[in-house]
């Protein structure tokens, strides 16, 4: 199978938690209660943000990425640790 290597770019990122104003997060109602604890609402309210691929939850601890074409959209720590270096 081809090996491929992602290109070296420079990305902005900043990391999200409860209270941290991030340009694109935003919180919304839940339309229903939530059990799973990756996806708490808080107070009723839950982060997500608008992506290319549509709206994703935004969970304390991701990063909100800028990508090359200005979109934006979450990381989980361990993914992009794994990904990326301070430049």
């Given at each position: 199978m081809p090996m491929?290597?992602?290109?070296?770019?420079?990305?902005?990122?900043?990391?999200w938690f409860p209270?941290?104003?991030i340009e694109g997060v935003e919180m919304v109602?839940?339309?229903?209660?939530?059990?799973?604890?990756?996806y708490p609402c808080m107070a009723g309210e839950h982060p997500r943000i608008q992506t290319l691929e549509g709206?994703?939850?935004?969970?304390?601890?991701?990063w909100?990425?800028?990508?090359?074409?200005?979109?934006?959209?979450?990381?989980?720590?361990?993914?992009?640790a794994a990904t990326y270096d301070a430049a």
């Open positions: 491929f290597r992602k290109k070296p770019i420079v990305i902005e990122a900043t990391q209270g941290v104003v109602k839940c339309d229903l209660p939530r059990h799973d604890p990756e709206d994703m939850h935004v969970s304390a601890g991701d909100i990425i800028t990508g090359v074409k200005g979109e934006r959209y979450p990381c989980k720590p361990d993914i992009f």
